[in-house]
């Protein structure tokens, strides 16, 4: 059974990050969280590098760790490394790092950091750090596995001037994965139950656009659309009303408005745009939530954020199982495309 793992974030590419270096181990481990986009626990991380230097950060992932009192601990070791390593090829990295983080430490699991350096040499990519981190959070033990027994703390992640540009791009890092998956997390069900009926009383006929804000015309629902974004960037987007909810479903259904908002997500207000679509993937109800989580998906990607991303996907497909549009996203996730490629399809090329 392949084990759980995080699908692979895309990373930000070469010509969108600031050149920042990370100047010793303690401060690798607190760029983990900002890459990842939370704070894992028991988690194995893995990091590609690449670029010029050979050792600029790209894509980032985690898998969790077995648990080490699994009585077939050792072959779950190996599938999860082997999961780890098969996600990090898509950046095609000229090396790698890796991370594992668990507080059962110092230096556990070391039959598992075998296998990460044992997989890595396979594919012969070098290995440029293989650390153990308590948390990554500040003040937090890490240590080195290899022989050079280097060990110290985790500096505040915030102090650090990696970590500082990555959030100052705008990168939110969430205290654990549950509270990133809580972005995206389904309202009051039996909110989200009534405004269901109402979208199939309107998928039926039986409510007009006089009778709780449906739309029926792409315009009217570009409108809509636009409204929402310019509450969000005024502070004051609510959506507890069941006819704004559902006229943005019934809006983000059509295919013009859909393409409006994806080129809205690749604006200069795309903070703004993201929060409407975290709000919506939340508010509305199965199957339409796949619009806007796939869109939130979207706006990750540009930014970088394959964590949320990847949450926004899976929201998108418990929602709506075969989404053609989630579909499409994630191919491109998981493909490896660049920020900045995404956003020229997008946008035909303007910026």
């Known amino acids: 059974m392949t084990p759980p793992a995080d699908r692979p974030p895309v990373a930000l590419p070469v010509d969108d990050r600031p050149v920042l270096r990370v100047r010793d ?42 648990p080490p009192e699994h009585p077939q601990y050792a072959e779950h070791a190996e599938l999860v490394v082997a999961s780890a390593v098969r996600g990090l090829l898509l950046d095609e990295p000229t090396g790698a790092i890796a991370v594992v983080v668990s507080e059962a430490g110092p230096l556990p699991h070391s039959l598992l950091a075998c296998h990460v350096e044992s997989a890595l040499d396979a594919q012969r990519i070098p290995i440029q750090a293989l650390m153990w981190a308590e948390r990554t959070a500040g003040g937090a033990g890490w240590a080195c596995y290899e022989s050079c027994g280097c060990a110290g703390l985790v500096p505040e992640p915030a102090a650090t001037p990696f970590v500082a540009a990555v959030v100052a791009e705008g990168r939110v890092v969430h205290a654990d994965r549950a509270a990133l998956e809580a972005v995206v997390a ?45 509450d969000a960037a005024a502070g004051r987007l609510a959506l507890a009303d069941d006819g704004i909810v ?7 259904g059509m295919p013009e408005v859909r393409a409006w908002a994806l080129r809205r997500s690749a604006a200069q207000d795309a903070a703004v745009v993201e929060q409407v679509w975290a709000a919506l993937a939340r508010e509305t109800p199965d199957p339409e939530a796949a619009e806007p989580a796939t869109l939130l998906a979207v706006s990750a990607l540009l930014r970088g954020d ?28 998981t493909a490896g495309l660049r920020p900045s490629s995404i956003r020229e399809m997008l946008t035909g090329g303007d910026r």
């Open 306 to 333: 394959g964590a949320l991303a990847n949450i926004a996907l899976d929201r998108a497909e418990r929602a709506w199982p075969g989404h053609a549009f989630a579909a499409l996203v994630r191919r491109a996730a």
């Open 246 to 252: 559902v006229a943005l479903a019934t809006a983000l």
């Open 25 to 66: 181990q303690g401060e690798l481990v607190a760029a983990v969280p900002a890459m990842l986009g939370f704070h894992p626990r028991e988690s194995l991380v893995l990091m590609a590098t690449g670029g010029r230097s050979g050792r600029r950060l790209g894509l980032t992932l985690r898998v969790d760790l077995p």
């Open 186 to 230: 389904p309202a009051d069900p039996a909110v989200l139950r009534r405004r269901e009926e109402r979208l199939i009383r309107a998928a039926d006929g039986e409510l007009d656009g006089a009778e709780g804000g449906i739309v029926l015309d792409p315009a009217a629902g570009m409108s809509v659309v636009d409204a929402a974004i310019a």
